[in-house]
T-cell receptor
Framework: DAKTTQPTSMDCAEGRAANLPCNHSTISGNEYVYWYRQIHSQGPQYIIHGLKNNETNEMASLIITEDRKSSTLILPHATLRDTAVYYCIVRDVSSGSARQLTFGSGTQLTVLP | DTAVSQTPKYLVTQMGNDKSIKCEQNLGHDTMYWYKQDSKKFLKIMFSYNNKELIINETVPNRFSPKSPDKAHLNLHINSLELGDSAVYFC????????????FGPGTRLTVL
């Protein structure tokens, strides 16, 4: 029960921005939006998280709609090394069980040369 | 200076055997996890553990047990291995807190013959 919906796959040209959408229409007020990615044969890697404001770090930007029912992860200048499965996760961090990440099927992003 | 390490990286064994996978983190975190990624690439939480609480995913058979000799280690013991246990197992760690980003190990690929 991942609570999120993502496209199965997307392509992006190298050097262009990659915009990965995520729907989380049942998100509650205590739930944050997290993004992780998994490069082939590696463990998942944290990218970014947010509650309601847009966030930016050295890896990506996260845009959350005002009603919080959807968000977009933006990789501003995609490289071949960004090819991975990207997971959007909603998570209530206020309870003990919230430590556990619930992964959906994610979006396979392929960056093309 | 690996943050979360697992041994072995590959494990091939016969049905019915008992095996262990080791996990160590040098991040000073107080919470550790085990996840299972099956052949369809779905990542599922198995356990989360800190010195206060063990949370077990109810779908995990009791043949699986986590054992933590100290805060930096969480080993996974599996008794009476079955074919369906074949998967990649990921260890992760985090620091208890509101926004606890999880750091994942490289994974252990278990093959049961």
């Amino acid at each position: 029960d991942a609570k999120t919906t993502q496209p199965t796959s997307m392509d992006c040209a190298e050097g262009r921005a990659a915009n990965l959408p995520c729907n989380h229409s049942t998100i509650s007020g205590n739930e944050y939006v997290y993004w992780y990615r998994q490069i082939h044969s590696q463990g998942p890697q944290y990218i970014i998280h947010g509650l309601k404001n847009n966030e930016t770090n050295e890896m990506a930007s996260l845009i959350i709609t005002e009603d919080r029912k959807s968000s977009t992860l933006i990789l501003p200048h995609a490289t071949l090394r960004d090819t991975a499965v990207y997971y959007c996760i909603v998570r209530d961090v206020s309870s003990g069980s919230a430590r556990q990440l619930t992964f959906g099927s994610g979006t396979q992003l392929t960056v093309l040369p | 200076d690996t943050a979360v390490s697992q041994t072995p990286k590959y494990l091939v064994t016969q049905m019915g055997n008992d095996k262990s996978i080791k996990c160590e983190q040098n991040l000073g975190h107080d919470t550790m996890y085990w996840y299972k990624q099956d052949s369809k690439k779905f990542l599922k939480i198995m356990f989360s553990y800190n010195n206060k609480e063990l949370i077990i995913n109810e779908t995990v058979p009791n043949r699986f047990s986590p054992k933590s000799p100290d805060k930096a280690h969480l080993n996974l013991h599996i008794n009476s291995l079955e074919l369906g246990d074949s998967a990649v197992y990921f260890c992760a760690s985090s620091q208890e807190g509101t926004y606890n980003e999880q750091f994942f190990g490289p994974g252990t690929r278990l093959t049961v013959l």
